[in-house]
Nanobody
Framework: QVPLVESGGGLVQAGGSLRLSCAAS????????MGWFRQAPGQERKFVAT????????YYADSVKGRFTISRDNAKNTVYLQMNSLKPEDTAVYYC?????????????????WGQGTQVTVSS
């Protein structure tokens, strides 16, 4: 288990931008693949983006490709999600997650550690 704390959510108008941060504890952060997921009211938690341990490989859900960018700073034990051109349908609680192996995944079952979530609301 890796303690994770998200920040950066908020209320933004459609077309705007937000950057989410997820700070991890521990000394082996670079050995974890990381992911971002989101959950809208009444819906299941869905994959958004994932990144490998070095930050050299990323993968996105089709719904956010070209608008969102996942990145990480291993010196700061932090992963980011830059969200541009936000749409009302991006409204959700966003969660970061850590996987104990350095292998990207889109399956939430592969991630053993989760943050508390941060609310993102996009108004039309």
């Amino acid at each position: 288990q890796v303690p994770l704390v998200e920040s950066g959510g908020g209320l933004v108008q459609a077309g705007g931008s937000l950057r989410l941060s997820c700070a991890a504890s521990g000394r082996t952060f670079s050995s974890y693949a990381m992911g971002w997921f989101r959950q809208a009211p009444g819906q299941e938690r869905k994959f958004v983006a994932t990144i490998n341990g070095s930050g050299g490989s990323t993968y996105y859900a089709d719904s956010v490709k070209g608008r969102f960018t996942i990145s990480r700073d291993n010196a700061k034990n932090t992963v980011y999600l830059q969200m541009n051109s936000l749409k009302p349908e991006d409204t959700a609680v966003y969660y970061c997650a850590a996987r104990s192996v350095d292998r990207m995944s889109t399956d939430k079952a592969d991630f053993g550690s989760w943050g508390q979530g941060t609310q993102v609301t996009v108004s039309s």
